[in-house]
């Protein structure tokens, strides 16, 4: 894949100011923030046009989505991902994880359990816990990087434990992050095929969030759950946005697809409860945009952050070698093993931004099995600062550390 030198992503936005959660938390003076998942770089010219052009119809009334948006969507998935969904499949959401807490609450009663595959994105947790169901953790197992593979090791699922967990009565979802948020696996079709049998099996029930799906790494494939075939289809749903590709989390617009019809309106109805099925008058031309007519940016975008993996990759190679990362085969989120440092990953980050100045996610945030200091950066900067982040994180640490 060769840059597309159309595409600048090397201007460092100021973005502290904007009002935008990564840089506006209160973070200290000074710290780079390469920790939330949103990415410092301009939309796509294409939206910004769009969303101008809205804007200068100067109305900002209750907004009716047009059938063409999911019509955008089921090409884009057609095209891009070779699944074949259905128009009338698709349900509007304010964000997948409102629609993940409204597909838990579809299912859930009291005492159910939900199945999370940890280290896994921290709300998923929060969207089983917080409704007052259990969550039990299907952790993954590291496995040591296959032959030819960028990273120094990886994961796979345990499937015994998944049959195990999915067997209990109790259990009625499994969460899956495909692909995954924070280890970076593009899951292979026979791995979700497994674990697609196992829940099916079981009667457990696949929430397949594939928010991730579109920023792939060169040689790796999206494998949409419910294209394995109409049994997984009909067992499952599938969480879509263009929020993470195309770097429009702030418009909370999402969709869920699912061909059981039953299903569908069970998760419609719990959407509806919590009035969490309304678009705004805003996301769906930025995500239709997007999907219509950005295709060449995602592939220059994607080119770009395979590049800052090379940059982090090469940096702890020459200056941290005693630091490891996972092979990141989707996503912009690299998963770096700190465990030489000796230190858990929240006192890890805390240190590193109160002293270093650079914030980083610490693995905690991920469940138990990320706890073993574990660090999550996200790529999704111009390499001047990520490279900047790399510098202040070795200096601090051949400071404090013999570990080095
Ligand atoms: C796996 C995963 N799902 C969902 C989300 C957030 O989705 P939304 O902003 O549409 O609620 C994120 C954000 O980082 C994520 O990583």
Redesign the pocket.
């Known amino acids: 894949m060769l840059p597309n030198m159309d595409y600048d992503f090397d201007t460092i936005v100021p973005r502290r100011g904007t009002d935008c959660e990564k840089w506006d938390r209160p973070i200290e003076e000074g710290v780079l923030p390469l920790w939330v ?1 949103d990415m410092d770089f301009r939309a796509a010219p294409a939206i910004v046009e769009a969303l101008r052009r809205r804007v200068d119809a100067g109305v900002f009334g209750y907004a009716l989505p047009p059938a063409s948006w999911h019509e955008s969507l089921v090409r884009w998935l057609s095209h891009r991902h070779g699944w074949i969904a259905d128009p009338g499949s698709i349900l509007d959401a304010t ?4 629609a993940l807490a409204a597909t838990v609450r579809a299912f859930c009663g009291t005492g159910d359990k939900v199945i999370v595959q940890s280290p896994a ?1 921290n ?1 998923f947790y929060a969207v089983v816990r917080d409704q007052g169901f259990e969550v039990v953790e299907n952790r993954l197992c590291r496995i040591p990087a296959p032959e030819g593979a960028e990273g120094d090791f990886s994961y796979e699922m345990d499937y015994e434990d998944l049959e195990r967990k999915a067997a209990d009565p109790k259990t009625k979802l499994l969460i899956l ?1 495909n692909p995954h ?1 924070p280890v970076g696996r593009a899951w292979r079709p026979d791995e979700l095929r497994l674990a697609g049998e196992i829940c099916r099996r079981h009667g457990v029930f696949v929430a397949s ?1 594939e ?2 799906a579109d920023l792939q790494m060169p040689g790796s494939h999206h494998i949409p759950f419910a294209s394995l075939g109409n049994d997984f289809a009909q067992t499952s749903a599938t969480f879509w ?1 263009a ?2 590709a195309f770097n429009l ?1 702030g418009f ?1 617009t ?1 969709a869920v697809i699912c061909a059981n019809d039953g299903t569908r309106e069970r998760i419609r109805r719990a959407l509806r409860v919590h009035r969490t099925g309304d678009l705004n008058a805003f996301g769906f031309v930025a995500a239709k945009t997007a999907w219509d007519e950005c295709e060449g940016w995602l592939d220059a975008l994607r080119t770009y952050l395979h590049g800052n993996y090379s940059t982090l990759r090469e940096f702890l190679r020459a200056r941290l070698p005693r630091l490891h990362v996972a092979t990141l085969e989707a996503t912009y989120l690299a998963w770096v093993d700190t465990s030489p440092l000796g230190l858990p990953s929240a006192e890890l980050a805390g240190r590193l931004e109160h002293t270093a100045k650079v914030k980083f996610a610490p693995g905690a945030l991920y469940g138990e099995a990320g706890d073993t200091s574990f660090l999550r950066i996200n790529l999704a900067s111009p390499r001047a600062m990520l490279l900047e982040a790399l510098e202040r994180t070795a200096g601090f640490l051949k400071g404090t550390t013999a570990c080095m």
């Not at 964000?95 to 409102?98: E, I, L, R, T």
């Open positions: 998942a964000g997948v994880v409102p994105y709300c992050s948020n969030d928010i991730h946005s929020s993470k989390a909370q999402a």
